[in-house]
């Protein structure tokens, strides 16, 4: 199960990439590659950080979930855009299922909670940073009018919690990431924002 959420949130994340590099106008080449950066790089990165081999690599069959989102978005391109803020409830899929699956594998390597959460975040957001920037867009991430990190560290926190508690399970982990899922969509589709760094001040008159 745990194998299935993970190859989900690839798949998930790897449309966005997909999608994106459609929207951009790349070749089906750059498709493929953006697909690849999206889906497995926050995984690549956290398991560089716990010192293992990268699951994408030890286990080739995740190399076909972005070959299968470049294949959706080349031949289905016309009709998943017709689909409301489709990039966006891709990336929201991925993002969920990825900072729980990311929180849960750096535990039972035995790292600390907080280490453990933040490696969830790190997951969760990775591959989205990695999209962004190789595709010359201002990162989702940093952008004051929308919640990306939030939903993650929310994730990340309660399946790491949940794990302490004895909920070491899959449902958890999918329970959680719906969660998250919902809790990104309703912050875009009711625009919540974090508090900007400095507070505004007014101007006297």
């Not at 956290?46 to 990268?54: A, F, K, Y």
């Not at 069959?61 to 070959?67: E, K, M, R, T």
């Not at 591959?127 to 993650?152: C, E, H, K, S, T």
Request: aromatic share 10%; with cysteine.
């Amino acid at each position: 199960m745990d194998t299935l959420l993970d190859f989900l949130g690839t798949f998930f994340f790897a449309v966005s990439g997909s999608l994106l590099a459609a929207h951009r106008g790349f070749d089906i080449v750059g498709s493929v590659l953006l697909g690849f950066l999206t889906g497995l790089g926050g995984g690549v990165i956290r398991d560089l950080i716990l010192g293992v081999t990268p699951t994408a690599f030890s286990q080739p069959i995740y190399l076909l979930a972005p070959l299968a989102a470049a294949g959706l978005v080349f031949f289905l391109y016309a009709a998943v855009e017709r689909l409301p803020r489709t990039l966006l409830v891709f990336d929201a899929a991925g993002l969920g299922l990825f900072c729980t699956t990311g929180a849960t594998k750096a535990l039972d390597l035995g790292m600390n909670p907080v280490a453990a959460a933040l490696l969830g975040v790190t997951t969760g957001v990775g591959g989205g940073l990695l999209r962004d920037v190789v595709a010359n867009r201002d990162p989702q991430l940093f952008d004051p009018n929308d919640l990306y990190a939030i939903p993650a560290m929310l994730g990340a926190a309660i399946i790491t919690a949940a794990w302490f508690v004895g909920w070491r399970h899959p449902v958890t982990q999918l329970a959680v990431g719906v969660l998250v899922f919902a809790f990104r969509l309703a912050s875009l589709r009711f625009r919540w924002r974090a508090p900007r760094a400095v507070a505004r001040r007014r101007h006297r008159t």
